[in-house]
């Protein structure tokens, strides 16, 4: 069974600087994907970035970037220069057959990221 | 705005009544999926439908049904209510295109059973 795991429940960061939120995955499939979301306070659930798993280069969008390294099933994810409104729940997810789009995403128990002025 | 439209946002109800949360999915989106945030937890895939078709099946309780109509939307059925259902639940819509798997977000339904 597929499963991700984030291990920082909550994280501080001040304004301006970067932060990284960690997520490791277990899977024995050999294609997959990994995606991050983030959920404000207001409840929704926002995408931030998606990472194949046979993608030779790491994905960025924007301020968002995410560090996979394959051989330790990790895909975490890098926001630089931190703004207030960053401030959220994170979640890691991974689709567990990549680009097939009619599979669930599995989802991690998310981090809360605080940014301080 | 992320297309997929869900409704109630907000509903309170009591132990052992039954509810229907109604989702409709982006426009031209075939697939959708339930899934259910309970206080301070990840998200629990609960069902996916494709095209009117149950497609996928997670942790969803007996008391739980759902259904996709020819139109696509689709509604999650919550009956004997029990104060652990209360849970925010999420339906999320995907075509599989450009980003194929990433799912798109409706603003959920917060329920509440006392």
């Known amino acids: 069974a597929q499963k991700i795991t984030q291990t920082q429940p909550g994280m501080f960061v001040q304004e301006k600087e970067a932060v990284t939120l960690d997520c490791t995955y277990d899977t024995s499939d050999p294609s997959y994907g990994l995606f991050w979301y983030k959920q404000p306070s207001s409840g929704e659930m926002i995408f931030l970035i998606y990472q194949g798993s046979y993608d030779q280069q790491n994905a960025t969008e924007g301020r968002y970037s995410l560090n996979f390294q394959k051989a330790r099933k990790s895909a975490n994810l890098v926001i630089s220069a931190s703004q207030l409104g960053d401030s959220a729940m994170y979640f890691c997810a991974m689709s567990p057959s990549g680009n097939s789009g009619n599979t669930p995403l599995v989802f991690g128990k998310g981090t809360r990221l605080s940014v301080i002025a | 705005d992320s297309g997929v439209t869900q409704t109630p946002k907000h509903l309170i109800t009591a132990t052992g009544q039954r509810v229907t949360l109604r989702c409709s999915p982006r426009s031209g989106d075939l697939s959708v999926y339930w899934y259910q945030q309970s206080l301070d937890q990840g998200l629990q895939f609960l069902i996916q439908y494709y095209n009117g078709e149950e497609r996928a099946k997670g942790n969803i309780l007996e008391r739980f049904s759902a259904q996709q109509f020819p139109d696509l939307h689709s509604e999650l059925n919550l009956s004997s209510l029990e104060l652990g259902d209360s849970a925010l639940y999420f339906c999320?819509?995907?075509?599989?295109?450009?980003?194929?798997?990433?799912?798109?977000f409706g603003e959920g339904s917060r329920l509440t059973v006392l």
């Open positions: 999320a819509s995907t075509s599989g295109g450009a980003l194929s798997g990433e799912l798109f």
